[in-house]
């Protein structure tokens, strides 16, 4: 079974440009999450999907980011513009069940997004 | 508010030695608690979780963490360090339908 896959692993743009990153989780996990890991700091929580709607969006920093599940199948992150404060690691995870606490959820290798 | 302290940045070991990471959890409830260990170029790889009962988890790759509501700690522990368990380490606490997480602990091993 393929676990959860992130692409690109890397990505550099220059503060002002637009960057997409993509996540497909496990097949038949309805739950996907985004986070964040700002170098030194833990990772937080972005959002969850459950299938195609968003759950919760508490953690997106800004309304510079846009994320979609389309069809409830693999998310797109998008940042644009990009400022420096975006660079970070960004994971993403899924999970089969409730998206509750006890779920467990499968991390991808996550996104390292530099701005310049 | 939930938070998780990790108040190990780096750990360096000797091969064969006995580790133990250290972990601080602040959560009002029951708190649903993991680690995840972290390869390079790898997934946040689930190592062991604790929901309830045995306070003592054993979880893959011969680990194990005890918690200990009194201390609100999960520590993690391995008797005997292998050179391939070099990662960062993670400590999480699940609340609503999200992980908090620790900012995490580096491990050197060597030789």
Known sequence: ????????????????????????????HDNLYWYRRVMGKEIKFLLHF??????????????????????GTYSTLKVQPAELEDSGVYFCASSQAWGSAT?????????????? | A???TQPDIHITVS?????????NYSYGATPYL???VQSPGQGLQLLLKYFSGD????????????????QSSF??????????????????VGAGNQFYFGTGTSLTVIP
Not at chain 1, 3 to 19: A, D, L, M, N
Not at chain 2, 55 to 63: A, E, S, W
Not at chain 2, 81 to 86: F, I, N
């Open chain 1, 1 to 28: 079974e393929a676990g959860v896959t992130q692409f690109p692993s890397h990505s550099v743009i220059e503060k002002g440009q637009t960057v997409t990153l993509r996540c497909d989780p496990i097949s038949g």
């Open chain 1, 50 to 71: 459950v299938k195609e709607s968003k759950q919760d969006e508490s953690g997106m920093p800004n309304n510079r980011f846009l994320a979609e599940r389309t069809g």
């Open chain 1, 103 to 116: 779920d467990t959820q499968y991390f991808g290798p996550g996104t390292r997004l530099t701005v310049l």
């Open chain 2, 2 to 4: 939930q938070s998780v």
């Open chain 2, 15 to 23: 091969e064969g030695a006995s580790l133990e990471l250290r972990c």
């Open chain 2, 34 to 36: 993991f680690w995840y």
């Open chain 2, 55 to 70: 306070t003592l988890v054993q979880g893959i790759k011969g680990f194990e963490a005890e918690f200990k509501r009194s």
């Open chain 2, 75 to 92: 520590n993690l522990r391995k008797p005997s360090v292998h050179w391939s368990d070099a990662a960062e380490y993670f400590c999480a």
